[in-house]
């Protein structure tokens, strides 16, 4: 009964299951739109101030490298949003089975995925 067990935990080399992968990327998506708040806020209240600072606004908004980082905040709020659907689901004791846990996290990250790029598309 004596198994060589690790005597130290590697996170690089295990294998984290879908439903992991998603609830641990909600937690991250989470933090980054917390931090990212006071960032939003501001530009928000910039763009209002004067017409001046609209049009600063916009310019500022339509560079290439500006609407790619745009995308992937929009990415980052739609999976959170989905995922925490997902998860206040699974706190009613919904979906809690393995096979229907893999597949919400399946939808999440489809569903995540095809409004990212209709919003990518609108917003390009």
Request: charged share 10%; aromatic share 14%; proline share 5%.
């Given at each position: ?6 005597k ?37 209240q ?51 089975t ?27």
């Open positions: 009964m004596s198994k060589a067990r690790p130290y935990l590697d996170l690089f080399r295990i294998r984290l299951p879908l439903p992991a992968f998603v609830s641990i990327l909600h937690r991250v998506t989470g933090a980054v739109l917390f931090l990212l708040i006071p960032l939003l806020l501001y530009l928000w910039m763009s209002l101030q004067s017409p001046e600072t609209f049009a600063a606004f916009t310019a500022f908004m339509g560079r290439p490298l500006v609407k790619l980082v745009t995308i992937g905040l929009v990415w980052v709020y739609l999976h959170h949003f989905c995922a925490g659907i997902r998860h206040l689901a699974l706190d009613l004791h919904y979906g809690t393995l096979e229907a846990a893999r597949a919400t996290s399946w939808v999440v990250f489809g569903v995540s995925g095809f409004l990212t790029l209709v919003f990518g598309v609108l917003l390009w």
